[in-house]
């Protein structure tokens, strides 16, 4: 994937997953759109940055050659991602929805299980669409 593709990928796996918890979250906790909006465009950019911030750290600690990390690596990086994100979310949870740190938590973790489910769909679909666009020509093979 080229650096532009690969920007288009994280932007159209953002603003899917944007407009899918905006909506989730009006109806589920019965808050305003403009507020669930808000908090759900806020927490798309805490990842953002918490990606780009872990992901650097951790590829200073442990080499930015990828293919040599084992299973076990690769299980503590997403444990340890997913963990410091919501360390920092759920501050900004408890305030916006003014609801304890135990319901948040297990609000949280109902968003770490989403966001699982999500990314696997997400991808198997951008990349079934994007094999049936090079197969019709309409983008080169390795963009």
Avoid: C
Wanted: aromatic share 12%.
């Amino acid at each position: 994937m080229s650096h532009k593709e690969r920007m288009l990928h994280m932007v159209l796996f953002e603003v899917v997953a944007l407009i899918l918890m905006a909506v989730a979250a009006t109806y589920i906790m019965g808050g305003g759109v403009v507020k669930m909006a808000g908090l759900a465009l806020s927490l798309s950019l805490i990842a953002m940055i918490w990606n780009y911030v872990y992901n650097y750290g951790y590829d200073k600690i442990y080499g930015v050659d990828r293919s040599k990390r084992t299973k076990k690596t690769r299980i503590l990086h997403g444990l340890g991602f997913e963990l410091g994100l919501m360390l920092v979310s759920l501050p900004l949870l408890m305030w916006v929805l003014q609801l304890g740190f135990w319901t948040v938590l297990v609000m949280d973790a109902g968003i770490v299980v989403f966001f699982v489910l999500y990314a696997i769909a997400f991808n198997w679909i951008y990349d079934s669409i994007r094999a049936q666009l090079v197969a019709k020509g309409k983008i080169a093979a390795l963009v």
